[in-house]
């Protein structure tokens, strides 16, 4: 038809070739979405828990996702640097993350908040990002996980604050210009409360990976289990900083 | 901490200022969710309306977008040329429009499907695209509006002969090279269809733009009503391609 | 070749159709390089007059060009909204304008400055930039014409001052905060100058346009001139704020 | 003024930070340009020593510049990965490296071919690609050498067969289908060329680097001559597809 010359408009927005893609979604307005819900101060597990089952879906549907790390409303998907998936179009994989994402978090929402109906849509934003070096993805994985932990250790000292009485600004000033090592040895003399012995998931957030699995997938006609290795997305809370983890899974690296 | 400097690696992405920035959103894989879910065809009342339900909500949470427009699996959203939501970052706007109907899809499925169970995960792709003139812009929603004729001219000939007892391959091959005015002919003389008869939804598609409506807010101490002017999205199903919906909505293209 | 895959890396950069393209160069360290070469102050004939010609030589070669405006060591190049040259590639449009620009500007340097050969190599950047609609367009060229004379009545002061005797600190001291109206009446009681009376391309700047001339372009047999109408850039120093100029030069935005 | 508000349609550009940023300069026309001055055919050593000395003041200009190739009428200028020049915004570093390089074209024309007054205009085009890796710049670099010897190769030929009295058609004719390993056969046995034999800079094309040499930089009273490493542009014709010149150069790629 003659007005199909819009179409033109649409322009390219292709990512650097080689290079990672990381999408990061974030909740929008969580502050106040988190508190309409109800959610368990600083941590609550059944959001986190959701957060990370929404995760997995999307690894599902997405297998050019090599890892993702997830904390608080957030969650940050890593594309293989040699992913084509929809010609890198930057608009595509942003939505399509962005939207699966969203789906799974109101499609789970019951059974992992089961007490807690929906008062009002989650929504998340999301965004492309390319790092040209492993070293660089690296460091942007350490900059979200090195985050988690500094909100955190924030976090469980201003709510241990406000939980023994304090008023929220009176936790606040407490903790203004506390150092990072200081926080730890106020949360165990004044509160008991030994940093390192929280949930790995509230101190280091959530990492999900493929794991290779031996599954059962039919069996013959004598009852010969058939296995096969499956690819599963995994949870973990491991440290993702340090070189360990890098060493012991260098399949998410490789290209 | 020393990993902050992978934030400069986001890039901007602005939208160029003064033009009407269009969001469209199309299913991903419709062609198989739709039969998953046993969608009437060509057209099933259902899906449409939960659609334009998810449309109303952008709306509602997207108060610069002036005018919306959607068919089968698509929805287009028009922000105001001088919107200057997001900064017009055309990731966070896509992003954000996207999420928001995915996850009013997914929770006011049952209200609008409530015999069918999702099956799936229902997952939209989105993008912006610029139009710098109001003519532009007209003729983009023309470009949707006559695609809906068209397509939906030709599924309702298909179906009619398919729910006829021809296959698929039949019911292509008759209508192969067919013009559009036969097609009337052809549904009428064989099926007693007249075209212009089926619903407004089915041939126009659905338009979702702001109406200004006296709403009662409150009594006063006496009762007396207080009457407010509050805008609601409404839907309709009118023609865009020609002069008249302009003449009459003229506050739309007004900036 | 096995290398021919570093071609994917060029990424797309299509100006958005239908809008404005302003392709605006600057000479990079002028300041340096007028002093270098004894441009005159604060106006320098010869030098404006080379920048003139080069803009008219940009304009032979790009004939999509619509107007140009120039002042100091700038000039501003719109191509037509409806250009479709080298595809809208903004790269293409910003190098070839910048390269065209930059080799006149040494080719005819010692016809305009006889008497100075060059000593350093001149330079220019450029940069692309849309505009959607007439009237941003003309709120552009309007802006570079407003900077025009706010610069050189500014100029024209100080170094009035300057010649008069006073330090350039002292000079700068005199004009800070001075009202545009007060340094008109500066010039005037201090030193007998009618700003209005200087030339209008110091002023105002340097317009080119299209003009339509009858040009002999041949002789028949008989010795009759034979005429062909022929579009030659036009260089003039017209007020482009106000509506006059637009109103007489309708051809410049019709398309 | 109010007309200030123009500066906003100016979109950032900048490149992804840590990846090689190539400019690449082609000539306009340069098939017309080359017979309009008679260039020697298939290769002027006047033209591509012009060039050299045109690449060799853009390195001088911009020091971030960590090696460049050229070849016909084409440069390639490759800026450090961790260059932040102009903030790595893409159109000045297009634009300027062009206009460096094409003002100098101009400028040194009558050094390099003394006998032959300009007769049109020279431009360049300009463009910016990324490279994240130091393997994908170097095939980059690959790409344009292999480049460069297939084009010379098979103008060698074709211009040897012109020159011995075919036509330019049967020329192609005779040249079509035959593989790179035959066409050194081809040169020797009918034209006893050994194409080894020729200039390294027709077949290998153009490299510069810095050099660092020690120059005398004045003398001491008594006479001593006092030294200093400066860095100077060196143009050679190394092999840099295969790893010999990496390993003598390795200074090239670190950042
Ligand atoms: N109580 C509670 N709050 C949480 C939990 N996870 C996230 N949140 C809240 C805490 C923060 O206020 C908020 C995340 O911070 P953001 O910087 O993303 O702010 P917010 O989402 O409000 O604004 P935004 O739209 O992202 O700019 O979500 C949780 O497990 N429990
Ligand atoms: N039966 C039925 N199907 C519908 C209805 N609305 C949309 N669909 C289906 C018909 C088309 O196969 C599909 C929309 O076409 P698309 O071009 O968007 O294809 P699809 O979503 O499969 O692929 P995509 O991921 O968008 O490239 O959705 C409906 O009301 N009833
Ligand atoms: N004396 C003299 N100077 C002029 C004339 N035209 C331009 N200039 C000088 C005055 C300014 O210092 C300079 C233009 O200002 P810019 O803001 O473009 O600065 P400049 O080119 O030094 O730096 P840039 O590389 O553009 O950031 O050129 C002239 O006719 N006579
Ligand atoms: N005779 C001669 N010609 C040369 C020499 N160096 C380059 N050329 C010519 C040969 C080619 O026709 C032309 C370079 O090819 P291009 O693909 O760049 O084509 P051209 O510049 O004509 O078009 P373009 O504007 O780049 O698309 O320049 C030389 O040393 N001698
Ligand atoms: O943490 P981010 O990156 O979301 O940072 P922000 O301050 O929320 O900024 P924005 O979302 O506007 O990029
Ligand atoms: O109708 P569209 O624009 O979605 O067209 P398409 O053929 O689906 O193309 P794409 O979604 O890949 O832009
Ligand atoms: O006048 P401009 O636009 O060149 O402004 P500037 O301050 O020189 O900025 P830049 O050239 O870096 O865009
Ligand atoms: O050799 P290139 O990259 O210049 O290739 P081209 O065929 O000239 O294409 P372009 O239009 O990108 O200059
Ligand atoms: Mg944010
Ligand atoms: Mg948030
Ligand atoms: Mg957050
Ligand atoms: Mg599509
Ligand atoms: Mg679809
Ligand atoms: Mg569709
Ligand atoms: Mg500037
Ligand atoms: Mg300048
Ligand atoms: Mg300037
Ligand atoms: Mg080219
Ligand atoms: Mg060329
Ligand atoms: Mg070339």
């Not at 600083?42 to 997830?70: H, K, S, W, Y």
């Not at 090592?181 to 165990?188: G, M, Q, S």
Request: with cysteine; proline share 4%; glycine share 4%.
């Amino acid at each position: 038809s003659r007005f199909e010359y819009v179409k033109q408009f649409e322009l390219e927005d292709i990512l650097l070739p080689r290079c990672w893609i990381v999408i990061r979604l974030d909740g929008k307005g969580f502050t106040r979405f988190s508190e309409k819900h109800s959610f368990k101060k600083p941590n609550d597990d059944r959001a986190l828990l959701l957060m990370n089952r929404c995760a997995v879906e999307v690894l599902r549907e997405f297998q050019d996702i090599r890892i993702a790390f997830g904390e608080s409303d957030e969650y940050s998907f890593v594309f293989s640097k040699t992913s084509t998936l929809y010609g890198r179009r930057s608009s595509k994989l942003v939505s399509l993350v962005t939207s699966c994402f969203t789906a799974n978090y109101v499609r789970w929402w019951p059974e992992y908040l089961p007490s807690q109906p929906l008062q009002s849509t989650p929504v998340f934003d999301g965004r492309a990002v390319c790092y040209p070096s492993d070293e660089i993805l690296r460091d942007y994985l350490s900059w979200r996980q090195a985050d988690t932990h500094i909100n955190n250790q924030y976090n469980t000292c201003f709510w241990a604050l406000v939980h023994s009485g304090k008023s929220h600004t009176e936790a606040q000033e407490r903790l203004k210009g506390t150092l990072t090592e200081h926080k730890n040895e106020l949360l165990f003399s004044e509160f008991g409360i030994s940093y390192t012995k929280l949930p790995a998931m509230y101190r280091k957030g959530s990492v999900v990976i493929w794991s290779q699995e031996l599954k059962t997938v039919k069996h013959t006609e004598d009852g010969t289990p058939v296995q096969r290795k499956v690819c599963e997305p995994l949870v973990c809370h491991d440290d993702i900083i340090g070189e360990k983890f890098w060493l012991s899974h260098q399949e998410i690296l490789k290209c």
